[in-house]
């Protein structure tokens, strides 16, 4: 008996048996038409579509609520506390969401400041750019036709481009300092992903040691007992 897995073992034949006919086949059929990152793209782009869709339906829905029934040229504290929360709860809600399919960024300079910061690939970077944008306009259109009077939902006080660009193009009116709440937001980016860079490069994880650690290091005299 002994003898005999002897020769089993020292067959290569037995230890590598050959594929049955028809796996090839079926394994291409699995992984479809494209590549795994060409799937991921496409995977990602729809994420930021959808997921920023949601986000700012949500957002400029409760918005036009609060200035339909209290204009918005006389604000008061309940009404910008609504429409901040609406914000507030609909990115916490549709990132929590969308994180494990696109990252859930919803912003083209969150994106802008990860691909500078390479921490997002620049091919996905730009290819989620506009996805972003057209989930913006689809909820300030969706918003527009689903809700009665006209689209009231301000740009101000934005670091969202895309929150900014699509109740300005469903209004066709784009204000003339609407440019700052592209170049606000992209400058911000810019600065954001060079502080990132200079922590990274000057080791920050060394800076204050053990932050990471449940309990004290043993070896570090300033921590122990």
Same mark, same amino acid.
């Given at each position: 008996?002994?003898?005999?897995? #002897? ?8 230890? #590598? ?10 394994? *291409?059929?699995? +992984? ?11 995977? @990602? ?13 949500? @957002? ?6 609060? +200035?339909?029934?209290?204009? =918005? ?6 009404q ?7 914000? /507030?709860? *609909? ?11 696109? $990252?859930?960024?919803? +912003? ?6 990860m ?19 057209? /989930? $913006?306009?689809v @909820? ?11 689209? =009231? ?19 066709? +009116? ?13 400058? $911000?980016?810019?600065?954001?992903? $060079? ?11 060394? =800076? #204050?040691p ?12 300033e921590?122990?007992?």
């Amino acid at each position: 008996m002994q003898k005999f897995f #002897n020769r089993r073992q020292a067959d290569p034949s037995q230890r #590598n048996p050959a594929p049955l006919e028809g796996n090839e086949n079926s394994e *291409s059929k699995q +992984n479809g038409i494209f590549s795994k990152t060409v799937r991921g793209h496409l995977v @990602a782009m729809s994420g930021e579509f959808v997921g920023t869709t949601m986000f700012l339906f949500f @957002a400029f829905g409760g918005t036009q609520i609060a +200035n339909t029934i209290t204009p =918005a040229s006389a604000p008061d504290l309940q009404q910008l506390l609504f429409i901040s929360l609406s914000f /507030g709860f *609909s990115l916490a809600v549709t990132a929590w969401v969308f994180y494990r399919i696109s $990252g859930g960024l919803f +912003n083209p300079a969150v994106t802008l400041g990860m691909m500078i910061s390479n921490t997002l690939p620049w091919t996905r970077g730009l290819l989620l750019l506009p996805a972003q944008m057209a /989930g $913006g306009l689809v @909820a300030a259109g969706l918003v527009s036709c689903m809700f009665p009077g006209p689209l =009231a939902v301000n740009t101000t006080l934005s670091h969202n481009p895309t929150r900014s660009f699509g109740p300005c193009a469903v209004n066709r +009116n784009f204000p003339g300092y609407h440019w700052i709440y592209w170049l606000g937001p992209a400058f $911000g980016a810019i600065l954001a992903a $060079g502080y990132y860079k200079f922590a990274k490069y000057s080791h920050y994880e060394e =800076a #204050n040691p053990g932050q990471d650690a449940s309990h004290p290091s043993e070896d570090d005299p300033e921590r122990g007992e």
